[in-house]
């Protein structure tokens, strides 16, 4: 039997989001208390034209693991061609990498 001094902190792991992944461009407010809050997104559509997200509207954010690795996932609404969409940002602190998550299309 074993025991250790130190204090284990357990991380969750989470399970891989399913979808389309665009790296993304993100404007991104933090508040004084280190807040962060996405404003404006701007990615690349299949065809090569660029999609400006501007009326962001956060549903909610935490703190995730995935393979070990720290990230920030916010669930999104956002209009896209006049249709209300939800969307997932993850935004990676360690290399300040920010990717979205749309719904898969061949669903």
């Known amino acids: 039997m074993g025991f250790s001094l130190e204090q ?6 989470e399970k891989t989001v399913i979808g389309q992944y665009h790296k993304v461009a993100v404007g991104c ?10 404003k404006i997104v701007k990615y690349e559509e299949t065809d090569g034209s660029l999609r400006t997200l501007n009326d962001i509207h956060i549903i909610k954010s935490e703190q995730k693991y995935y393979s070990g690795v720290l990230s920030r996932k916010y669930v999104c609404r956002s209009i896209v061609d ?3 969409t939800e969307f997932i940002l993850f935004y990676h602190p360690e290399s300040g990498i920010w990717h979205m998550v749309t719904a898969d299309s061949r669903s």
Do not use: D, K, V
Request: zero cysteines.
């Open 29 to 38: 407010w933090f508040t004084a208390s280190g807040r962060s809050i996405p």
């Open 82 to 84: 006049w249709i209300e």
């Open 8 to 13: 284990q902190n357990e991380i969750l792991q």
